[in-house]
């Protein structure tokens, strides 16, 4: 394990160092932007999986003398914020005084944060201090006298009793224009279930009809709170509908009880709880208002809420639906606030959103899942209307309270707010922003419960239960290039041969946190059926494949609980990018390591390619590969391929090109040779998708006969079509394992020319050449239609016999047959000090 922490720390030195260097080629202004670079690259990984690894170089960073101030306060506040979300108060304190340390005095923000923390730790002669210091200010901010009514004792709160705490509450209501709240009950305390609150308007009775749906299990504590707040409404017609989500205790006795005295409120029951947002479904059903709105069982609505949201919705023109803000508290209506600290102690209230009735006609009904429906369902609106469709009411800021309690699915176990950076909660969001998209393009299905339109764990779905799969494929599936095509097309042969698939989704560490899973994955899993596996995730399977071993290098900090009784991963990948062992991508040795921590056994490791089984046997720190390589499969059934292949009589000038990432790895290393290699001055055409960016940074300049498109701007197919020869030619120490964009040129019927090191692993499906003699193996195949369409025959006869997609169940049962990891362990692993 210490190896393993040593390695990686040199890892992220030297990707550090890469991008630094790269920066300072930029202009003097961006110098301070350079300088912040190592804190923010921590951060996104803090947040995105990798804390383990985050939280010891952020700390490294405060303790280093060689960066700025401000990097360090960006490095503590993030820590701080971590920490809080967590609840570890104490290691919060600490970090706050180091923030003082660095800024000397805390601003706001950071003392709002600090009287929170306080208060949670029980330093209460600390935070009268704190607090006496806000409150000496000349201005006082309503957050800070709210705060002001949750601190116990001292100086200025002289009484210390429910009527001071109050008071404090009601003057910050009042900065907001507010009506004051009150206790119901003068002789108790004060109390989230004695209080009710003044209206500033006049009660209105007529105007529109508002529906308030109101969600209830085992609410009998809170929810007449929740209705008396309702009903307290200075908008007058309203009905509360209540649904009792199949509730074991008395709430629907409750409910009952304050529906004799008043007419407006309709109880629903259901007889199998179905969750929130099932029951926000089955009361839409019975909503007869030309507005819909939600309330929690467990919230307290100020008496003019719905009259605001009403106003506001009515007086802008093109909203469809509209949110207010809330705080939550304490049962004794002490201030709890935001669970992840930032610059306010509200927070929208997404249980507040008001809704024309219309709009479910067009959207669809809530998503029935355990968690976060609600956030999917306004960026549904906005996706659908535009994001100034959905409004939020700022002035006042203050229209609920959310009582905390400590068995809100909000803050418990595997689908925990927490899971909103990583985790259920946050591939939940990934996907339906995948939607969402396609609804903005005009191109997304409406919503439905039978047949969702997007895939999502297992665990958001319903609670925590093993699935049983066939083969559970991972990969960092936000990738582009091809270990994530290889990997997919692995997925639809699996799935076309009737086998049960799950995917999870690993990004990996150095990668951007908070890319989106590429698309075309959402779009197969969805049209299969295919659930996307996620911590909280429990599987069992007979078989895991790993696509993509660089992944292997750190492990996340939370992952699927999965059972197999056989692990395999695909070698796409080499340990290094070049034969000399420069830039390296993981070590096996650290890589085998995570695999037996994760699964408890070494697994099975497939090369590619011949070339990578060659690779793989030289290398010890490698188990023996296993004996028959995979090639990438492709379904040559559903490629297009065009009438004429060669097309001499048709154009003097032949085409070449390849596609592919634009990256130092892609292009020859001397300007000489790439312009042997892609045709400069030479009578082609030359087309590259993907970019060319390092080839003509190299040359100093673009070819005229070059044409340069971006990654995915056209699609592949049509481009592969236009070509007549491609031709790849990579940096000579290149460990290029197999080569996608080949086996995609072959099956469009476009011969390969490809230099002498690519033979062990094309073969004969492809022509060799060395740049130098490009030239003359192009003319003779433009010339002659018979050498030409041999070729083309042969790119096929490659992958009939290696690469098509049927081939799968045959590998995958001998695979089995073979036995799970027998016999693929070195005598001895060895021992390597560096990786």
Not at 525 to 536: F, H, Q, V, W, Y
Not at 603 to 622: A, K
Not at 785 to 810: D, H, L
């Amino acid at each position: 394990m210490l190896r393993a922490n040593k390695q990686l720390t040199n890892f992220i030195e030297k990707t550090l160092n890469a991008l630094l260097n790269k920066k300072t080629q930029r202009k003097e202004s961006n110098k301070k932007k350079q300088r912040r670079l190592r804190s923010t690259y921590f951060v996104k990984r803090l947040w995105g999986g990798y804390s383990s690894i985050a939280i010891p170089e952020l700390e490294s960073i405060i303790r280093s003398q060689d960066v700025i101030e401000e990097d360090k306060v960006n490095a503590l506040w993030e820590l701080f914020r971590w920490h809080y979300s967590r609840e570890n108060y104490h290691k919060c304190l600490s970090i706050l005084d180091q923030l003082d340390f660095l800024d000397g005095c805390l601003c706001e923000k950071y003392k709002k944060w600090h009287l929170l923390t306080l208060i949670k730790t029980g330093h209460d002669e600390k935070s009268v201090n704190v607090l006496n210091n806000l409150l000496a200010r000349n201005t006082v901010s309503p957050e800070i006298l709210l705060l002001a009514s949750t601190v116990s004792g001292g100086p200025e709160l002289s009484h210390n009793g429910s009527t001071s705490r109050l008071d404090l509450i009601n003057n910050a209501l009042l900065r907001y224009n507010i009506g004051r709240i009150k206790l119901i009950d003068s002789n108790k305390n004060l109390d989230f279930h004695n209080i009710t609150s003044e209206s500033k308007y006049e009660t209105v009775y007529g105007g529109d009809k508002v529906s308030v749906i109101v969600p209830a299990y085992n609410a009998e504590n809170t929810i007449a709170t929740a209705i008396h707040s309702i009903l307290n409404q200075s908008w007058h017609n309203i009905e509360i509908i209540v649904v009792d989500d199949s509730s074991s205790d008395a709430t629907s006795s409750v409910v009952r009880s304050i529906a004799a005295v008043d007419s407006r409120i309709k109880l629903v029951r259901n007889t199998s709880n179905g969750g929130a947002y099932s029951a926000r479904n089955r009361g839409l059903r019975s909503a007869t208002g030309e507005f819909v709105m939600v309330h929690d069982a467990d919230d307290w609505s100020h008496a003019d809420k719905i009259l605001e949201q009403v106003q506001f919705i009515n007086s802008h023109a093109g909203v469809v639906a509209v949110l207010s803000q809330w705080v939550r508290v304490t049962k004794d209506l002490r201030i709890v606030g935001p669970w992840r600290p930032k610059g306010s102690i509200y927070d929208v209230n997404l249980s507040s959103l008001m809704v024309r009735r219309s709009v479910f006609d067009q959207v669809g009904e809530w998503d029935e899942v355990r968690v976060n429906a609600d956030a999917e369902f306004v960026w549904r609106l906005r996706a659908y209307y535009g994001k100034a469709a959905v409004g939020k009411i700022t002035d006042p800021p203050l229209l609920s309270l959310s009582l905390t309690q400590d068995t809100s699915l909000t803050r418990m176990g595997t689908t925990g707010i927490q899971t909103l950076s990583f985790g259920p909660r946050a591939q939940y969001r990934d996907a339906y922003r995948f939607w969402h998209r396609k609804i903005a393009e005009g191109d997304g299905a409406k919503h439905s419960n039978k047949l969702r339109p997007f895939p999502i764990p297992p665990c958001i779905a319903s609670k925590e239960k093993p699935t049983r799969f066939d083969i559970v494929f991972v990969c960092d599936f936000a990738l582009k290039g091809g270990a994530f095509a290889s990997t997919l097309q692995y997925i639809r042969a699996a799935e076309a041969a009737g086998l049960k698939v799950a995917v999870w989704h690993w990004r990996k560490f150095d990668l951007d946190p908070v890319s989106p899973i590429n698309p075309k994955l959402y779009e197969l899993a969805t049209e299969k059926r295919i659930p996307t596996l996620t911590s909280g995730d429990l599987a069992e399977t007979d078989c895991v494949i790993i696509g993509y071993p660089a992944i292997l290098r750190t492990l996340p900090d939370a992952i699927p609980d999965i059972r197999t009784n056989m692990v395999c991963v695909i070698v796409n990948q080499f340990a290094s990018r070049l034969l000399s062992g420069e830039d390296e991508q993981y070590n096996p040795i650290v890589a085998r390591e995570n695999v037996q921590r994760l699964f408890g056994k070494d697994g099975v490791w497939i090369p590619i390619s011949h070339w990578v089984h060659r690779l793989m046997e030289q290398d010890e720190r490698y188990p023996v590969p296993y004996s028959s390589p995979w090639h990438p499969l492709i379904d040559s059934s559903t490629i297009k391929v065009r009438k004429n292949l060669w097309r001499r009589e048709q154009r003097i000038r032949p085409t070449i090109g390849r596609h592919g990432r634009d990256a130092y790895t892609k292009w020859p290393t001397s300007p000489d040779a790439i312009m042997m290699a892609y045709g400069v001055e030479k009578d082609w055409n030359v087309q590259f998708l993907g970019g060319a960016r390092f080839a003509i940074n190299k040359l100093g300049y673009q070819p005229d006969n070059w044409r340069v498109y971006g990654f995915d701007e056209i699609d592949i197919s049509d481009f592969l079509l236009d070509l007549d020869f491609f031709v790849h030619y990579p940096h000579e120490e290149y460990i290029e394992e197999f080569g996608r964009a080949v086996l995609e040129a072959m099956a469009h019927g476009i011969p390969v020319i490809l230099p002498p090191q690519f033979e062990e692993t094309f073969g004969g499906g492809a022509l060799y050449a060395e740049p130098e003699a490009l030239g003359k193996v192009i003319e003779t195949l433009w010339e002659d239609q018979s050498k030409y369409t041999n070729r083309v025959e042969a790119g096929w006869k490659f992958i009939s016999e290696n690469c098509e997609s049927a081939s799968f169940m045959r590998r995958f049962i001998a695979l089995k047959k073979d036995g799970s990891d027998k016999g693929t362990v070195r005598d001895r692993w060895p021992h390597v000090s560096s990786m």
